[in-house]
């Protein structure tokens, strides 16, 4: 692999790789430098990457082992709420909408949160990042069915968690 196959195949996962890596470890800084240090890494491998078919989805497998290998040598801190991850502007919203969908969305990170660990990696990659389900059995080094198992009882969970809570009084 020469400069321009890593400019042009690796560096545009810079984005899904920093927010997949803040998920897992909730400090900015950590997840910029789990970024560098897997750039790095596949740099330094260049030699063998003709065997790699998805650099995506391998680069995520990185990025997922690093962070693993830092939370356990840090204290886990919190992650922000998946709502400030992203810019969504809802100005059409009325003020009562509004601080509906946000008590929503703090509800829904709640439960994300309190998933099994492989549940709330698989939830992330499926519902948030927009993995396939391919991309993920490659990233979680899972097969097939191991993730729509986990994502279906991730899902159901959540769903059963928010239909408790908004049918309450009905």
């Known amino acids: ?3 321009e196959a890593f400019q042009n195949r690796v560096l545009p996962a810079k984005n899904k790789l920093f927010r997949f890596a803040l998920k897992f470890l909730g400090n900015e800084e950590e ?17 063998q990457m003709h065997e790699v078919q998805n650099w995506e989805a391998w680069c995520m497998r990185i990025t997922r082992n690093l962070s693993l290998d830092r939370i356990r040598s840090l ?8 709502e400030s ?9 009325t003020p009562h909408e509004s601080t509906e969908a946000h008590e929503d969305m703090q509800r829904i990170t ?6 099994p660990e492989k549940q709330r990696q698989i939830i992330h990659l499926r519902d948030v990042e ?4 391919n991309e993920i059995c490659e990233i ?23 239909t408790k809570i908004n049918a309450y009084g009905l």
Do not use: C, H
């Open 110 to 115: 709640q439960f994300i949160a309190a998933l």
């Open 140 to 162: 979680m080094e899972l097969d097939m069915n191991q993730v729509k198992v986990n994502l279906f009882r991730a899902r159901n969970a959540v769903r059963e968690k928010l």
């Open 85 to 93: 991850s992203f810019d969504v502007r809802q100005e059409t919203l």
């Open 31 to 47: 997840a910029k430098d789990v970024v560098q240090e897997v750039f790095i890494r596949v740099w330094n491998g260049r030699d």
């Open 75 to 82: 204290t886990r801190k919190q992650t922000q709420p998946i």
């Open 130 to 133: 927009g993995y396939s389900y």
């Open 1 to 3: 692999m020469n400069q």
